[in-house]
């Protein structure tokens, strides 16, 4: 388990994990990763033999980067090949680009070439850092241009919707000026047409009373019976129509096109220009 999930589970250890008694919890050990307090670091844990070379800090700093990097530091010593679990790795194998424990150094990476492990930690690390501080003044400008981007996107959507709204509105202008002329122009021909078809209907009765009777005299003359000549004449209607009509003639209503006829409607509308 890495240190650092042990850590988190001595969030909630409230008394000295050494004597178990006193709740005065003042170092941690990281070799350990024990909590102590100030009487069990001082007089056993600080002059025992196996532990001199240990690294204790305050628990109040147990989440700085500092007790971090000095616990990575520690757990750097203790960190377990990845083909031998039971083995720490001690060098670091260039050749294959990855710690190495000691049954790596005497099976497949014999002929390698190594470096110590806590040099090319700290060279990866800082590799890291720099990346990471590079990403990091990255992003203001990411967030300035971004902030930038959605500035011209409101204002354009802004202008969008004024351009818009104004080609809408003469638009509509035009065609209620369409429509107020279409229905003045059905207001004007309604009437005229009434009249103009009435008098037709009453001409084409005349004319074709006109040619029943033609067609009745003509049958009358064409026959041989001399008795046909005297019932036609008893019955015959010798009026002739009037030939007076009502007097209609072609009434002039015209559209007197304005500006629209001649000019190009741009100039007259409008037009939409990247300025
Ligand atoms: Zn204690
Ligand atoms: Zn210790
Ligand atoms: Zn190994
Ligand atoms: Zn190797």
Redesign the pocket.
């Known amino acids: 388990m890495a240190l650092s999930t042990f850590t988190r589970i001595q969030k909630n250890i409230s008394v000295c994990q050494f004597c178990e008694e006193s709740i005065f919890i003042k170092w941690k050990c990281i070799n350990c990763d024990l909590l102590l307090c100030q009487l069990c670091h001082s007089r056993i844990h600080s002059k025992s033999k196996s532990s001199t070379d240990h690294k204790v800090i305050e628990r109040k700093d147990c989440e700085s980067e500092v007790a971090l990097e000095t616990t990575r530091q520690v757990d750097l010593t203790r960190m377990a ?1 990845i ?2 679990s039971d ?1 720490t ?1 001690v060098l670091y194998c260039k050749n294959c680009d990855r710690p ?2 000691s ?2 150094l005497i ?1 497949d990476h014999q002929n390698h070439k190594y470096s110590k492990l806590d040099i090319v930690y700290q060279k990866k690390l800082k590799v890291i850092k720099e990346i990471k501080c590079k990403i990091e003044s990255e992003i203001p400008f990411c967030k300035k241009q971004g902030a930038n981007l959605q500035h011209i996107l409101s204002e354009e959507n802004k202008q969008f919707t004024e351009n818009k709204e104004k080609i809408i509105e003469f638009r509509d202008k035009v065609i209620r000026h369409a429509d107020k002329l279409l229905s003045e122009l059905d207001k004007l021909r309604k009437p005229r047409e009434d009249l103009v078809k009435k008098e037709l209907d009453s001409i084409r009765q005349r004319k074709n009373g006109l040619e029943n009777r033609k067609t009745h005299l003509g049958q009358t003359l064409g026959s041989s019976s001399a008795a046909d000549i005297f019932s036609t004449s008893r019955s015959i209607d010798k009026t002739i129509p009037d030939k007076t009509v009502k007097y209609v003639e072609v009434k002039q209503i015209q559209f007197i096109p304005g500006f629209f006829l001649n000019q190009p409607i741009d100039d007259l509308f409008g037009s939409v220009n990247e300025v």
Do not use: A, L, P
């Open positions: 090949c083909q031998h083995e790795c190495v424990c049954e790596c099976g």
